[in-house]
């Protein structure tokens, strides 16, 4: 089914840039090579993990910014040459806008935000929503990053959450956690194709992109499934294959390849390597660190995987122990792709949830 419908058509507010807090930019030096960006949901606060020693060096607290204490910081997205990220807060209902050194530049209103997803080449920030908001507006957000202004996009399926846009900015593609469909818009021409799954109700909670755009895959959280899709004519899409893997697939990403893809499974504690090409599992990693995995991020030469443990049951020990009543803290693994093990943990916050590569300056 499609429908024509303009992406840029119903304003419904705009916030304008605002001042970073006093003193925070200045004690935070230039950042000259790629840095891990991790959300603690559960207090707050980014860590900054430095990729090359493997060690948190510094902690962004969104509260010396006035956020609240249960602000839940959830995805990060970065431009590609690390001048700006951004920044989802469920609890806030807000995306905000960082610079590199880490100032706070400006923020825009968006009830219950989840994942994001930066347009290549256009002025476009694509937010979807969040799993936790049990019924959220069936609207997807378009912000223009250059003044963090807002506008909606209706998606006529309950509870928008996946948020793909592919390497050429063509198309997005978002997903219903409630029904079994996917919607793709096409950015230039504004057109709206719907692409419906039969069978059972998958939840259909993730996605990534190859970087060529020829395959969609798609995780069924609730079927412990994954969906393999042709998206070589999007916005028409053809579903190729199904794969059963362990509970509760999350986040998912592609090696720079496109021969495979990584995710962790909130519901075994282990990652999933698929082999695209055969569309099979090609390994389960499995080791101490693994322990509710959520985020997922793949180094730009394809040697490590990063993956965020969220740890709220504390079936991880940390190196370092919680101050006793604490909630326990959580981890970043990070995994070599030759190996397919586990290289090292790293101690991270609470509830760590998305995470993002942002770039040196």
């Given at each position: 089914?499609?429908?024509c419908i303009c992406l840029l058509s119903v304003a419904?507010?705009?916030?304008?840039?605002?001042?970073?807090?006093?003193?925070?930019?200045?004690d935070l030096q230039a950042q000259t090579r790629p840095?891990?960006?991790?959300?603690?949901?559960?207090?707050?606060?980014?860590?900054?993990?430095?990729?090359?020693?493997?060690?948190?060096?510094?902690?962004?607290?969104?509260?010396?910014?006035?956020?609240?204490?249960?602000?839940?910081?959830?995805?990060?997205?970065?431009?590609?040459?690390?001048?700006?990220?951004?920044?989802?807060?469920?609890?806030?209902?807000?995306?905000?806008?960082?610079?590199?050194?880490?100032?706070?530049?400006?923020?825009?209103?968006?009830?219950?935000?989840?994942?994001?997803?930066?347009?290549?080449?256009?002025?476009?920030?694509?937010?979807?929503?969040?799993?936790?908001?049990?019924?959220?507006?069936?609207?997807?957000?378009?912000?223009?990053?250059?003044?963090?202004?807002?506008?909606?996009?209706?998606?006529?399926?309950?509870?928008?959450?996946?948020?793909?846009?592919?390497?050429?900015?063509?198309?997005?593609?978002?997903?219903?956690?409630?029904?079994?469909?996917?919607?793709?818009?096409?950015?230039?021409?504004?057109?709206?194709?719907?692409?419906?799954?039969?069978?059972?109700?998958?939840?259909?909670?993730?996605?990534?992109?190859?970087?060529?755009?020829?395959?969609?895959?798609?995780?069924?959280?609730?079927?412990?499934?994954?969906?393999?899709?042709?998206?070589?004519?999007?916005?028409?899409?053809?579903?190729?294959?199904?794969?059963?893997?362990?509970?509760?697939?999350?986040?998912?990403?592609?090696?720079?390849?496109?021969?495979?893809?990584?995710?962790?499974?909130?519901?075994?504690?282990?990652?999933?390597?698929?082999?695209?090409?055969?569309?099979?599992?090609?390994?389960?990693?499995?080791?101490?660190?693994?322990?509710?995995?959520?985020?997922?991020?793949?180094?730009?030469?394809?040697?490590?995987?990063?993956?965020?443990?969220?740890?709220?049951?504390?079936?991880?020990?940390?190196?370092?122990?919680?101050?006793?009543?604490?909630?326990?803290?959580?981890?970043?693994?990070?995994?070599?792709?030759?190996?397919?093990?586990?290289?090292?943990?790293?101690?991270?916050?609470?509830?760590?949830?998305?995470?993002?590569?942002?770039?040196?300056?």
């Amino acid at each position: 089914m499609k429908r024509c419908i303009c992406l840029l058509s119903v304003a419904i507010g705009m916030v304008s840039a605002c001042g970073a807090r006093p003193g925070m930019g200045a004690d935070l030096q230039a950042q000259t090579r790629p840095m891990l960006y991790v959300c603690n949901q559960e207090e707050a606060s980014i860590s900054v993990i430095d990729m090359g020693t493997r060690e948190v060096v510094r902690t962004i607290d969104l509260q010396t910014f006035g956020f609240a204490a249960n602000a839940k910081p959830h995805h990060i997205a970065a431009e590609a040459d690390g001048s700006f990220w951004y920044l989802s807060l469920i609890g806030a209902s807000k995306v905000l806008k960082f610079t590199g050194q880490g100032e706070l530049v400006g923020q825009v209103d968006f009830e219950t935000p989840g994942m994001l997803g930066i347009h290549p080449t256009e002025d476009l920030l694509f937010v979807g929503r969040s799993m936790s908001a049990v019924s959220p507006p069936s609207r997807v957000g378009l912000i223009r990053r250059s003044d963090m202004s807002i506008e909606e996009l209706e998606v006529v399926f309950p509870r928008p959450h996946m948020l793909v846009v592919d390497s050429a900015g063509a198309f997005v593609h978002t997903a219903s956690l409630g029904e079994n469909q996917i919607m793709t818009v096409g950015v230039e021409d504004q057109e709206v194709t719907f692409t419906a799954v039969e069978g059972r109700h998958h939840v259909l909670a993730h996605g990534t992109i190859s970087r060529d755009g020829s395959w969609l895959v798609v995780s069924g959280e609730l079927t412990g499934t994954l969906l393999l899709f042709d998206a070589s004519a999007a916005p028409t899409m053809r579903l190729l294959g199904t794969l059963d893997v362990p509970a509760r697939p999350w986040h998912l990403a592609f090696t720079p390849d496109q021969r495979f893809v990584y995710f962790g499974n909130q519901g075994a504690n282990t990652v999933t390597v698929v082999d695209v090409d055969g569309w099979e599992v090609a390994a389960i990693v499995e080791g101490d660190g693994l322990a509710e995995p959520h985020g997922i991020a793949v180094s730009p030469d394809g040697r490590y995987v990063y993956v965020s443990n969220r740890n709220l049951k504390g079936e991880y020990r940390p190196q370092r122990a919680s101050q006793a009543g604490d909630a326990p803290i959580g981890n970043v693994v990070v995994i070599d792709t030759n190996t397919r093990t586990i290289e090292t943990i790293i101690d991270v916050g609470r509830g760590p949830s998305g995470i993002a590569i942002v770039p040196g300056q």
